[in-house]
């Protein structure tokens, strides 16, 4: 491996485990989750100044992100002459409100690294799900927005003219198409033609100048993220490594790898079954309800590992992360840390 590489890794393994990042996240979600009207905010701005080519957003759960939203993210660059583009994460994602796997927070924090290192995305988070609310709220964030086009596969277009989502749906449209256009790509068994379809219809026919076909590279059309979730809980941990790298960019790759989300749980040697994301969980919410100052003292990667760990202590520390006691005593987190074997120091 390449030393740089190395260094890469590292910076990323620290991020994850990054307290103080993952607070400011936290706080971000709930700042934006608890406003009363449509809310918008830049969790990463590009290192690389949009020009004055439109703006493209592109929303998703990005459960997990995989190199297919960046493929659909630099097509939709390159078709409009743009230098940048943002990524979308709603903490109200509509028909997705009970999402298992990683949690909004993570997700975020993902988002946010392969922005860093990819100079021409941003990171966008909103609390709403409609594409007309977030391109309301978009309007109200970016001045002198005058070209503003949503990126999306076609199940996300299906959904934005289906009719059940709204209770006036030809107002509902006309306020997005006023606002924003679309940049449509055909995904998995879907053609272009399936576009070309569905805004024939009568009742879709007055938004066909808005739409807009977007091509795919053959090699990513397939992958998608709930096809992911469904091959990794299938296989064990230790068969999926190459595969994490061939769908999904490094960072959430290794982020897979380090905390066990997507994969099946983990076995220790004594039998034992360990859901390791579920410890992660558990140790972050309980992180986070520490004081600041005491939280700036936590090692959070060490105790994971201890939390996932085949020794007594490992498993003195997954009883508490899993009791009800856990959420009335986050101050129990700094008595496991100066416990810690030396091991994990």
């Known amino acids: 491996m390449h030393p740089g590489t190395l260094s890469q890794e590292e910076g990323w393994r620290k991020a994850l485990s990054s307290v103080e990042v993952l607070r400011r996240l936290q706080q971000q979600i709930a700042r934006v989750h608890s406003s009363p009207l449509p809310l918008l905010e830049i969790v990463t701005a590009p290192l690389q100044p949009p020009n004055t080519g439109p703006t493209l957003l592109l929303p998703g759960a990005f459960n997990p992100l995989t190199l297919a939203h960046l493929a659909l993210a630099e097509s939709a660059m390159q078709v409009s002459n743009s230098s940048a583009l943002y990524f979308i994460l709603s903490t109200a994602t509509i028909n ?177 079954t360990v859901d390791q994301y579920t410890l992660r969980c558990a140790l972050i919410d309980r992180a986070l309800e520490l004081p600041e100052k005491e939280q700036q003292q936590l090692r959070l990667r060490a105790l994971f590992q201890l939390a996932v760990s085949n020794t007594p202590q490992g498993q003195s520390s997954r009883d508490w992360l899993n009791s009800p006691e856990a959420g009335r005593s986050p101050e129990n987190l700094l008595r496991f840390q100066r416990d810690l074997p030396a091991a994990f120091s």
């Open 96 to 272: 997705k409100e009970q999402t298992e796997h990683a949690s909004l927070l993570d997700r975020l924090l993902l988002l946010d690294l392969v922005a860093q290192r990819l100079r021409f995305l941003g990171v966008l988070v909103t609390n709403r799900g409609l594409y007309v609310e977030q391109a309301e709220a978009a309007h109200t964030s970016f001045q002198g927005v005058n070209d503003l086009r949503f990126v999306v596969g076609f199940d996300k277009i299906a959904q934005i003219f289906d009719p059940r989502y709204y209770t006036d749906k030809e107002a509902a449209l006309k306020r997005l198409f006023a606002l924003a256009q679309l940049l449509v790509a055909p995904r998995g068994s879907h053609k272009a033609s399936d576009v070309v379809t569905l805004m024939q219809q009568p009742e879709n026919q007055p938004f066909q100048s808005a739409v807009h076909l977007l091509p795919l590279p053959t090699e990513v059309r397939n992958i998608s993220s709930s096809e992911i979730r469904a091959a990794f809980e299938q296989k064990p941990a230790a068969d999926v490594a190459a595969t994490l790298r061939s769908w999904l960019p490094p960072e959430v790759a290794l982020f897979c790898e380090e905390t066990g989300c997507y994969l099946a749980p983990l076995v220790l040697p004594n039998g034992e």
